[in-house]
């Protein structure tokens, strides 16, 4: 017992100091892997477009380095699916026609010579390449495709591109590992021996050891400790888990061939080697098991899922076969965790997966948390009548099951996505987006139902047209060409010409490729929908904010700005924070901000909207509450937010001349506001009229076209 007691410690600490060196090794392999896969990726879209032909020699400089690193960034960034990969494309493409000339001005996909020039120039500019390099590349390319002040254009060279060499024209020849080597050697029985190593290279797994030498001769015991995508490379490590050596799969096999690597069995290791052997193979068994496996449920994760599904694509594209795609969303998760908390929301998910995974045991389904309150069942070789029913059983499994925690009761249901897997379905990523917008469908349509993915469905073609603006708007975010606006909130006993009393709303909208300008309903709803809302709350806070910190002598001439805040960020924790954080960095004037709420948002996230309000508060901000008198509770609920605005909805107050009715609600409310000590603010003013209507019935503020039409923030002049 005494040795046990001195010797654990020991082992202890060479078995942490063991996984932690593999697991770092392990690590920085898997990004090299990733790595490799993005220039293998890039030489194969390049080779169908340069091998076996004359290839003008700009494009060529073009790609080796500068246009190439693009793609391999655009690669690991976005993936092959994203606009940004197509757009990289584009570019060889048009570049490659124009400067060989085979495409002219009056060609249908002719892109100007002066626009394709600059979007060479802006996409070198995202990437670490040498100016020194660059500038001469890009008046090369200006003096080819534009020409002089004459219009005279350079001649351009080409060079011809053998089959098989495009690794070697865009300079990667030495980065990729070759998963399919050959030896050169016209001996058929070495040839054969050969082949045996190599077939014996490629059944190599992690936690094998191998005896072999360094370059002075030194003996050397190593493990494997990574293997590389189709066997192309092996990472090897000593006992105490430094990475030693990095093999490629023809190094390997020559080794295992000409005897300069011996395969060394368990009874061969030492004592140490052994039991190193059987931690790294416990370890590595581990982290395959937690990246394949969702911590919480322990059902299968999104990228096994996703494996599993590009699987059944391939094996349809070979068989003809038919699968069956499900997409699952709980209908009731966030009602569980705003009122029972996060606990009770894991242990309403951990149920659903065992309900999901016990069930659906028999149809030997893959079964796996994609995220969230998203669950996806993959079912193989699956006739359609037999899917939709299956389907339906589906949802009967969560329809059945009744959800307790502590003295409250939940009814469980959920929206179901129905996509069939087959020959004609282009790839993982096409096939998830397909489920994905076929389970909004059956949310839009009332949740607690299966709703079959059908492009000629009219709520699959809104979806899918909402979907697309997602992509727009992430670009558009990042190419920063999201918009603020401003149009001001006045005081109406002076007939709106108190500047220094007024304030400004912020309003966002968008620039398209074009440059047009794209109002926000066209892409606030994506937002919404896809959760990326919070993050253009976040780029108008830091924005504003910035703008006031460039402005600040012009920040006493007017009350400050008003900014709107989703429902999204409400409810998310790190929000708070976040606005703290760009108060702190800018310096900006707390009391010169105004957060604007929604009703519907503040009632629905109430705990969570009280909570950001006060926190705010504290610090001198102020807070409007949007839209108000639509909602069911409008009054009940004013009375527990510690607004200062009330904004009367814009629907009261457009025919406010006009219609009695509408006269009545807006007196009402502002009176109802005044009692409970807020300021109201009138929206939709359009003429004089409105704002004589509004001065008589004593509403403290109002904004519309009749007090001035919103401006860039850019542009903003205050009297």
């Keep these: 017992e005494v040795v046990l007691r001195e010797l654990n410690p020991l082992v202890d600490r060479q078995s942490k100091a063991f996984r932690g060196n593999v697991e770092r090794t392990v690590r920085a392999s898997e990004g090299q892997q990733k790595l490799a896969g993005a220039r293998r990726a890039v030489v194969g879209a390049l080779s169908e477009r340069i091998e076996g032909q004359q290839v003008p020699k700009l494009l060529l400089d073009l790609l080796n380095p500068g246009w190439r690193n693009l793609m391999v960034h655009t690669h690991l960034r976005n993936g092959m699916d994203s606009n940004e990969w197509r757009d990289g494309l584009a570019v060889v493409d048009q570049l490659q026609a124009q400067l060989s000339g085979a495409s002219q001005p009056d060609s249908d996909d002719y892109i100007e010579s002066e626009t394709l020039l600059k979007q060479v120039v802006e996409g070198l500019n995202s990437i670490s390449f040498e100016p020194g390099k660059r500038t001469p590349l890009v008046m090369k390319l200006s003096d080819a495709l534009i020409g002089d002040t004459t219009g005279e254009k350079t001649e351009v060279q080409s060079v011809s591109v053998e089959v098989g060499a495009a690794a ?51 003996p050397l015991i190593l493990s494997v400790a990574f293997v590389g995508e189709d066997y192309a490379n092996f990472v090897l490590v000593n006992r105490k888990g430094v990475k030693v050596r990095e093999l490629e799969l023809k190094e390997m096999a020559d080794g295992l061939h000409d005897g300069g690597i011996t395969l060394l069995d368990d009874f061969d290791l030492p004592l140490m080697e ?66 029972s908390g996060h606990t009770a929301g894991d242990a309403l998910l951990k149920m659903v997966g065992a309900r999901l995974s016990d069930g659906l045991a028999d149809a030997e389904a893959l079964v796996a948390r994609l995220g969230g309150d998203e669950f996806g069942v993959l079912v193989s070789d699956i006739e359609s009548e037999g899917a939709r029913e299956l389907a339906q059983r589906v949802l009967g499994l969560v329809r059945e099951q009744r959800f307790d925690w502590e003295d409250k009761h939940y009814s469980l249901s959920a929206s179901i996505g129905l996509v069939f897997i087959d020959e004609g379905t282009a790839d993982t990523d096409a096939a998830m987006r397909c489920a994905d917008e076929a389970c909004y469908a059956a949310k839009d349509a009332g949740r607690n139902r299966v709703q079959e993915y059908e492009l000629s469905d009219s709520r699959m073609m809104r979806r899918h047209g909402v979907m697309e603006w997602v992509t727009q708007l992430d670009k558009a975010v990042e190419d920063d060409r ?11 006993q002076n007939g709106g010409s108190n500047y220094a009393k007024s304030h400004y709303e912020i309003l966002l909208t968008m620039e398209d490729d074009l440059g047009d300008i794209m109002p926000p309903s066209e892409f606030i709803l994506a937002a919404e929908t896809y959760n990326r809302v919070t993050v253009i709350d976040r780029w108008v806070v830091e924005h504003v904010l910035r703008w006031m910190a460039e402005h600040r002598d012009d920040l006493d001439s007017f009350g400050g700005f008003a900014i709107n805040v989703s429902g999204h960020s409400i409810n998310d924790e790190t929000f708070p924070d976040f606005v703290l954080e760009q108060f702190s960095k800018t310096q900006a004037p707390t009391g010169k901000i105004c957060f604007e709420i929604t009703e519907t948002a503040a009632i629905g996230n109430l705990d969570n909207a009280r909570d950001f309000m006060n926190r705010m508060k504290i610090i001198g901000c102020r807070f409007s509450l949007d839209d108000f008198g639509t909602g069911l509770s409008s009054y009940s609920y004013l009375r527990n937010l510690p607004v200062d605005f009330v904004k009367i909805d814009g629907v009261f107050v457009k025919d406010l001349a006009n219609n009695p009715g509408d006269y009545a609600v807006v007196r009402s409310i502002n009176e109802i506001g005044h009692y409970m000590g807020k300021q109201t603010i009138a929206e939709y003013v359009e003429n004089d009229e409105i704002l004589a209507q509004l001065k008589e019935i004593g509403v403290d503020y109002a904004q519309g076209y009749g007090i001035e039409k919103p401006c860039r923030l850019a542009d903003l002049k205050i009297p």
């Design 168 to 218: 070697q024209a865009l300079g990667l020849s030495g980065m990729l590992p070759d998963a399919d080597p050959e030896i050169e050697s016209d001996d058929e029985q070495e040839r054969n021996s050969w082949e045996t190593a190599l077939d014996r290279a490629r059944r190599l797994s992690v936690g094998e050891w191998l005896a072999m030498s360094d370059e002075a001769g030194k």
């Design 274 to 339: 052994r039991a190193s052997q059987r931690m790294l193979q416990n370890m590595h068994n581990k982290l395959t098991y937690q990246a394949s496996h969702d911590e919480l449920t322990d059902l299968s994760n999104r990228r096994e899922f996703e494996r599993g599904l590009s699987d059944a694509i391939k094996a349809s594209r070979a068989d003809g076969g038919q699968h069956m795609l499900l997409y699952l969303d709980l209908d009731q998760f966030k009602i569980v965790n705003n009122t």
């Design 482 to 492: 999201l918009v603020l606006n401003c149009q001001r909130i006045a005081p109406v």
